[in-house]
């Protein structure tokens, strides 16, 4: 194959790589809630059994009822929402890619979910359905930043990445390329 065969293809296909839960934040958070969790359940636990299982917490002086169960509950609930957050990072629950196949004529957005018959949502529409690019921007204490592929008839499908929010520049720059790549108008700047 010819470089420019390759340049060719590479007009014709544009694949964006989509980041999903095995990001630094969710290894952070899945680590911090498991480890104050299991201290909360090893409190609890020591105040039932009247001995100290974390050395440095005198259980002795903590009652088991109403403290210590209410720690061993939160402490359970810690552990459980540690796992989910770890299973998601382990299955990598929303990780997967945006394809525009101008070859082939098809928009596929694909992305991983949680295990079962729905594992893997693969969306794919014909090229010409594409009506626009819109981007939403909402500014304040929790700013939303994201670019959607308006299709005929249907819904709008998010294309950015959930949790980190783009710069201005950077979802602007990315909405025009892909509008451009698409020959779509953009919406909403």
Same mark, same amino acid.
């Given at each position: 194959?010819?470089?420019?065969?390759?340049?060719?293809? =590479?007009?014709?296909? *544009?694949?964006?790589?989509?980041?999903?839960? *095995?990001?630094?934040?969710?290894?952070? &958070?899945?680590?911090?809630?498991?480890?104050?969790? =299991?201290?909360?359940?090893?409190?609890?636990?020591?105040?039932? @059994?009247?001995?100290?299982?974390?050395?440095?917490?005198?259980?002795?002086?903590?009652? @088991?009822?109403?403290?210590?169960?209410?720690?061993?509950?939160?402490?359970?609930?810690?552990?459980?929402?540690?796992?989910?957050? #770890?299973?998601?990072?382990? &299955?990598?629950?929303?990780?997967?890619?945006?394809?525009?196949?101008?070859?082939?004529?098809?928009?596929?957005?694909?992305? #991983?979910?949680?295990?079962?018959?729905?594992?893997?949502?693969?969306?794919?529409?014909?090229?010409?359905?594409?009506?626009?690019? *819109?981007? $939403?921007?909402? $500014?304040?204490?929790?700013?939303?930043?994201?670019?959607?592929?308006?299709?005929?008839?249907? *819904? $709008?499908?998010?294309?950015?990445?959930?949790? %980190?929010?783009?710069?201005?520049?950077?979802?602007?720059?990315?909405?025009?390329?892909?509008?451009?790549?698409? %020959?779509?108008?953009?919406?909403?700047?």
């Amino acid at each position: 194959m010819t470089n420019s065969s390759i340049d060719s293809k =590479s007009d014709l296909i *544009r694949r964006d790589p989509v980041l999903g839960s *095995r990001r630094l934040s969710n290894y952070w &958070w899945a680590t911090v809630i498991l480890v104050g969790a =299991s201290g909360f359940f090893l409190v609890g636990i020591s105040s039932y @059994f009247g001995f100290n299982l974390v050395p440095f917490i005198k259980s002795e002086e903590i009652l @088991f009822i109403p403290q210590g169960l209410v720690m061993s509950f939160y402490g359970v609930a810690g552990i459980l929402l540690s796992v989910y957050l #770890w299973l998601t990072i382990i &299955w990598n629950v929303g990780e997967g890619y945006n394809e525009y196949n101008k070859q082939d004529g098809i928009v596929r957005i694909f992305r #991983w979910g949680f295990p079962g018959k729905n594992r893997r949502i693969d969306l794919v529409y014909p090229i010409q359905d594409v009506q626009a690019i *819109r981007v $939403e921007i909402k $500014e304040g204490i929790n700013p939303r930043r994201v670019i959607y592929l308006k299709i005929k008839g249907k *819904r $709008e499908i998010p294309l950015t990445r959930i949790g %980190q929010p783009l710069t201005l520049g950077e979802i602007e720059e990315k909405a025009a390329n892909l509008a451009r790549f698409l %020959q779509v108008s953009i919406e909403g700047l």
